[in-house]
């Protein structure tokens, strides 16, 4: 129990255009969900933490403007990398916080974005 | 500022051995701690949690905690060629949303 699928897998999209990411919590309410990025041979970056039904709070030095995250329900929230460029090419991967579970993270499977 | 510090390695043993993986933390009021695997190209998977000081056995893993110095390891008993990965540790604390603050992970390599 407790997966979180995460798509598309991989994608390649040309400069200058949006891409979105979904994750989907599928047999729990995610109500937090944590984003990630992790470029080659480096641990993951949380880029923002989102919680159902509010804005996503951002961390320092990530532009909300660029990274646009929803989270309107509790089964899925969403990344859109704006005006993609090839320094944005990463790993991206969701996160939920199991409520109520001391164990309580589970991952997607990552995105891997290319940007050319 | 909350941090992990890992020893990124590369830390190589061969198989059949015991991989010993650590790291330290930056504060007292940490409270959970996670021992994650990650595979090339893929996302981390969850090896143990730990909360409370000593050991926590599972399988072939063994964590240790001990918070008075504010370490905590990983061993890999019976170290297998598929255990060939970066583990990378993380824990968190009751507030700020839980976020999880990682540690920049250790590559293990089990040789033949």
């Known amino acids: 129990g407790a997966v979180v699928s995460q798509h598309p897998s991989w994608v390649i999209c040309k400069s200058g255009t949006s891409v979105k990411i979904e994750c989907r919590s599928l047999d729990f309410q995610a109500t937090t969900m944590f984003w990630y990025r992790q470029f080659p041979k480096q641990s993951l970056m949380l880029m923002a933490t989102?919680?159902?039904?509010?804005?996503?709070?951002?961390e320092q030095g990530v532009e909300k403007d660029k990274f646009l995250i929803n989270h309107a329900s509790l089964t899925l929230s969403t990344l859109t990398v704006t005006s993609a460029h090839p320094e944005d090419s990463s790993f991206y991967i969701c996160?939920?916080?199991?409520?109520?579970?001391?164990?309580?993270?589970?991952f997607g499977s990552g995105t891997r974005l290319t940007v050319v | 500022q909350k941090e992990v510090e890992q020893n990124s390695g590369p830390l190589s043993v061969p198989e059949g051995a015991i991989a010993s993986l650590n790291c330290t933390y930056s504060?007292?009021?940490?409270?959970?701690f996670f021992w994650y695997r990650q595979y090339s190209g893929k996302s981390p998977e969850l090896i143990m949690s730990?909360?409370s000081n000593g050991d926590k056995e599972d399988g072939r893993f063994t964590a240790q905690l001990n918070k008075a110095s504010q370490y905590v390891s990983l061993l890999i008993r019976d170290s297998q060629p598929s255990d060939s990965a970066t583990y990378l540790c993380a824990w968190t604390w009751a507030g700020n949303n839980r976020k999880l603050i990682w540690g920049l992970g250790t590559s293990l390599a089990v040789n033949p």
């Open positions: 504060d007292r009021v940490s409270q959970s």
């Open positions: 730990i909360y």
């Open positions: 996160s939920a916080r199991l409520t109520g579970r001391v164990d309580g993270y589970t």
């Open positions: 989102s919680n159902e039904g509010s804005k996503a709070t951002y």
